[in-house]
């Protein structure tokens, strides 16, 4: 018995050994670390004057093309052109399903694959009713408090303006691309893209064009929001996940509510949904592992010990990570019931009831899987299941080995970087314009050089959409660097 308990012990200590060596051993090694800062030249006061001015138009979009507002998109285009008159004199550019943008500088060396910076105009309503909880009014375009407040701060035009005050600064410099230097900006992205984004995609795929990279948002660098670490995290998105709305029927015989069937539609509805919600779609930790080992010794050694050792400890991780809504996000196709409908009256019995429960779709799953997990799970014949409105699938992933995306941790570490600075690939798990570039860019990116803690990105499609000042100025050098940067070769 004492050689059974001395053998199980020395088995442990063994254990304990490979564990700890293996959590050591589970960091990137950064060099870009050693990366000297630049000094990008802005005129810094006139710039965010004419970000903030570029947060007055309300270019709304709407998937109904008749309810836009289309003179507001017309006054915005020219509000560009009067704002950054070289870019517009001296870059030939195209409008694209007539509101859509598409700049083509010309670089001087054809053999160098092209390249794409990619933004949209059109941003989400603001929710009535909400407008007075604004500290600043939405569309008012105001700095104080060292932020440029309102809707579009964040998403997008930090990204349109950024881009155009980046190139125009760069025209001011006498810069001459040897790159062709492609600029994109969409105008319906918020409700799909397919009327923008999707037709100079197709656009530059009939021409033929193959690009060396694309940029589009999607990634920042977050500070405070991830617990355990004091990292400023510079986030960049190699992929994003794909995106299914699965609408949901339930029918039944009507009548009146006072003598009701054992189940109503309703309640068959609500029974579909809850299995939904009890059974989540498998979870794959790959992304989250690559995010974290990025991190290395800023994240603490129980964490880095559980993603190390994913060999033995996959189970527990998985049940832990589930807990927080964001890690959840990052390892699994996720669920979420967003709509229902049953009766007109509540005394009426509902002949028919439907919901929709949408899914942001991890790498490796498609629309196709995923419908067909979902009617696994409801496992009822008397629910129908269908497509409801835009679905596609997850973008292919980019390789974070490549010089492309070593290019853009390299121009991150120039502008901003610091000792608390750590740069890291990170699964979008949004929706950008980027995912209809696949033809053209196997290596597409999502990122603007803007920083965002918990209260910023709060503000993200919420109320109080704001950014610091020097977060704008820092994405702006981020983009007029990075072009300056992809001149040499990739």
Request: charged residues 20%; hydrophobic residues 45%.
């Amino acid at each position: 018995m004492k050689k059974i308990l001395s053998f199980v012990g020395v088995l442990f200590l063994l254990l304990v050994a490979v564990l700890v060596m293996r959590t050591l051993s589970f960091t990137t090694t950064n060099e870009s670390a050693k990366i000297a800062k630049v000094d990008v030249g802005l005129e810094n006061q006139a710039a965010l004057d004419r970000f903030a001015k570029a947060l007055t138009f309300p270019t709304i979009s709407n998937a109904n093309g008749e309810l836009v507002d289309w003179p507001v998109f017309i006054a915005f285009r020219e509000y560009l052109e009067a704002s950054f008159p070289r870019t517009f004199a001296e870059i030939p550019y195209e409008l694209v399903n007539e509101h859509s943008l598409l700049f083509r500088w010309e670089g001087r060396d054809k053999a160098l694959a092209p390249i794409l910076l990619l933004a949209h105009q059109d941003v989400v309503p603001v929710v009535p009713g909400t407008e007075e909880e604004w500290a600043h009014p939405p569309y008012a375009g105001d700095i104080a408090d060292g932020f440029v407040w309102g809707r579009g701060a964040v998403d997008d035009k930090a990204s349109v303006i950024g881009i155009l005050e980046a190139v125009e600064t760069l025209l001011r410099d006498g810069f001459t691309p040897e790159r062709t230097t492609y600029l994109a900006f969409g105008h319906d992205e918020e409700v799909s893209g397919k009327q923008g984004a999707k037709q100079i995609a197709q656009k530059l795929a009939a021409e033929g064009v193959q690009l060396a990279f694309l940029l589009d948002e999607g990634g920042a660098i977050a500070r405070d929001v991830m617990p355990g670490t004091q990292a400023v995290i510079a986030a960049i998105g190699p992929a994003e996940k794909g995106f299914l709305s699965l609408e949901l029927t339930a029918r039944s015989l009507g009548g009146h509510s006072s003598q009701p069937p054992a189940h109503t539609a309703v309640g068959l509805l609500a029974r579909a949904i809850v299995q939904l919600e009890n059974n989540p779609l498998p979870a794959d930790l790959q992304y989250i592992k690559r995010f974290v080992q990025a991190l290395g010794n800023n994240v603490p050694f129980y964490q880095r010990m559980m993603f190390a050792n994913l060999w033995l400890l996959n189970t527990p991780a998985e049940k832990v990570l589930r807990a927080d809504p964001q890690m959840n996000a990052m390892m699994r196709t996720t669920t979420a019931a967003t709509m229902i409908s049953g009766s007109v009256r509540d005394n009426v019995l509902p002949i028919e009831a439907k919901a929709v429960v949408n899914f942001r779709i991890l790498p490796g799953d498609t629309t196709d899987s995923v419908q067909a997990m979902v009617r696994e799970i409801i496992d009822d014949e008397n629910i129908e299941i269908s497509k409801h409105g835009f679905n596609a699938n997850p973008s292919p992933v980019a390789d974070t080995g490549s010089s492309a995306y070593k290019l853009l941790e390299k121009t991150v570490w120039q502008v901003v970087g610091s000792e608390r600075l750590v740069v890291a690939p990170k699964l979008v798990v949004g929706a950008t314009d980027a995912r209809y570039f696949n033809e053209v860019s196997d290596a597409s990116f999502r990122f603007i050089g803007l920083e965002l803690g918990p209260d910023e990105i709060a503000g993200f499609h919420g109320t109080n959409e704001k950014v610091a000042t020097e977060s704008y100025l820092n994405a702006v050098k981020v983009y007029y660097q990075l072009i300056k940067n992809a001149q040499d070769s990739l």
